[in-house]
């Protein structure tokens, strides 16, 4: 076996102390990344949910009649905070998604009214709501279908 000159071993001893230092490196990227996107939330509906939600409406409000549909909304839920930072001469806000809120706009044919309804999904336990859960939230069914079918 080869004897290994000094040289050689100071450059195995750099090689290793920059992959540590690398590995270091990309798992506090790689912790603050996750850290910032877990913040965010999940807001996304997939196609089962939304077939959830019309299903769900044809049923309670449409007696199995199928909904017109003429908007679905998804927006996030949202929840804004501050804290003082030791550093600065002001707050620091942050906002964090907290889930969302589904609208869905539609009349039955067999209805003289426009149903605005409204569904949540929290990300994480929130009040009555549980994580993940699609619930039903609202509803209001104070608009005329044929202003709406007349200006359409």
Same mark, same amino acid.
């Given at each position: 076996?080869?004897? *290994? $000159?000094?040289?050689?071993?100071?450059?195995?001893? +750099? $090689?290793? *102390?920059?992959?540590?230092?690398?590995?270091?490196?990309?798992?506090?990227?790689?912790?603050?990344?996750?850290?910032?996107?877990?913040?965010?939330?999940? $807001?996304?509906?997939?196609?089962?949910?939304? +077939?959830?939600?019309?299903? /769900?409406?044809?049923?309670?409000?449409?007696?199995?009649?199928?909904?017109?549909?003429?908007?679905?909304?998804?927006?996030?839920? &949202?929840? &804004?905070?501050?804290?003082?930072?030791?550093?600065?001469?002001?707050? &620091?806000?942050?906002?964090? $998604? *907290?889930?969302?809120? @589904?609208?869905? @706009?539609?009349?039955?044919?067999?209805?003289?009214?426009?149903?605005?309804?409204?569904?949540?999904?929290?990300?994480?336990?929130?009040?009555?709501?549980?994580?993940?859960? *699609? &619930?039903?939230?609202?509803?209001?069914?104070? /608009?005329?279908?044929?202003?709406?079918?007349?200006?359409?």
């Amino acid at each position: 076996m080869a004897k *290994l $000159t000094k040289k050689k071993k100071e450059k195995i001893a +750099n $090689t290793i *102390l920059y992959c540590v230092i690398g590995a270091i490196v990309l798992g506090i990227i790689g912790f603050g990344l996750y850290i910032k996107l877990s913040g965010r939330g999940n $807001t996304d509906i997939s196609d089962n949910e939304w +077939n959830y939600m019309i299903n /769900y409406i044809n049923e309670e409000f449409g007696n199995g009649e199928e909904i017109h549909i003429i908007s679905k909304d998804v927006d996030e839920i &949202t929840k &804004t905070d501050s804290y003082k930072n030791p550093n600065k001469d002001y707050p &620091t806000t942050y906002t964090k $998604t *907290l889930g969302a809120r @589904v609208s869905i @706009v539609g009349y039955f044919d067999s209805q003289d009214k426009i149903y605005s309804i409204g569904f949540v999904r929290y990300n994480s336990d929130h009040g009555i709501y549980k994580a993940g859960e *699609l &619930t039903f939230s609202a509803v209001a069914s104070n /608009y005329s279908k044929d202003e709406y079918l007349k200006n359409k």
